[in-house]
């Protein structure tokens, strides 16, 4: 296929807009939190009052908090489940009721959130009034959201089970080990960016949930995005561009820190193999 230069230069174009729509609007959200005015999108000069009142802020807070307690709560645990749910999956294909079982798993991903949101505060206020628990607070959010979040993490997990050459595996137990030293020695490593992956993605899904935390929470429970929600309805000052600058910024330097890692591992990964490839040919000889 030959590409014309106009065609470069479109596609180069096209890339442009499309970059400049999506950052544009993030950079000039960091612009307007220096700003000395208290509309959120007017410059009066530059002044760091918002970052000194986001300091002192007891609702912003204490919804962070709750907020990234709930995320790392729900990672964790959809990880682990996910991990599980995959390993029936891919390691398991013929067992009765799989259909329905992965139909099950995968369900929160094409049900739309506030019908999950709803039926899940029914079932969650019936079981209330027989049992008197649970409350509506940090455990129901957490609930709700390791539903949605299970349901990408065993999709994540899956693809990855699914690319993974089970020889190592079987080399592992022809050589004695049990499937507990299997999973924990051979399979666990290969793994283990996907596993990273899921809980990057889950706690991300967590921690920006709108819908499910307002069905979800109750009375002193109220997450960071339901604070900033609330605040949009009634005016928002420049307090909300200084706390999303904070989070721009922690959020790159978290992606910059972990891409390096994971690139650095695989450089090793890669030199290791090939040490082993030359090894083997140099033995071979």
Known sequence: MIVTSAGRWTSRIWLTLGLVFLYLPIAAL???????????????????????????????????FLSLKVAA???????????????????????????LFSGMVSAPLVMPEVIVGLSLLLMLVSIQRLFGF???????IWLGHLLVGLAYATVVISARLRDLNPQFEEAAQDLGARPLQV???????MIAQSLLAAWLLTFTLSLDDVVMSAFLS??????????????????????VNALATVVIF????????????????????????????????????
């Open 183 to 189: 999973f924990m020695l051979v399979t666990l490593p």
């Open 73 to 99: 709560a729900t990672a964790s645990a959809a990880v682990v489940l996910g991990t599980l749910a995959a390993f029936a999956l891919e390691r398991f294909p013929r067992f009765k009721g799989r259909a």
């Open 134 to 140: 649970p409350e509506r607070g940090m455990v129901t």
């Open 30 to 64: 960091v612009v307007f939190s220096f700003t000395d005015s208290p509309v959120p999108n007017v410059w009066a000069g530059f002044s760091l009052r918002w970052y000194a009142k986001l300091a002192g802020d007891e609702e912003i807070r204490s919804g962070l």
């Open 250 to 285: 922690v959020v790159a330097v978290f992606v910059v820190g972990s891409s390096y890692l994971i690139a650095a591992r695989e450089r090793r990964r890669y030199r290791q193999q090939q040490a082993a490839l030359k090894g083997g040919a140099e033995s071979t000889t």
């Open 218 to 239: 109750g009375p002193g429970s109220t997450t960071l995005p339901l604070v900033i929600f609330s605040r949009a309805r009634l005016g928002l000052d420049p307090t």
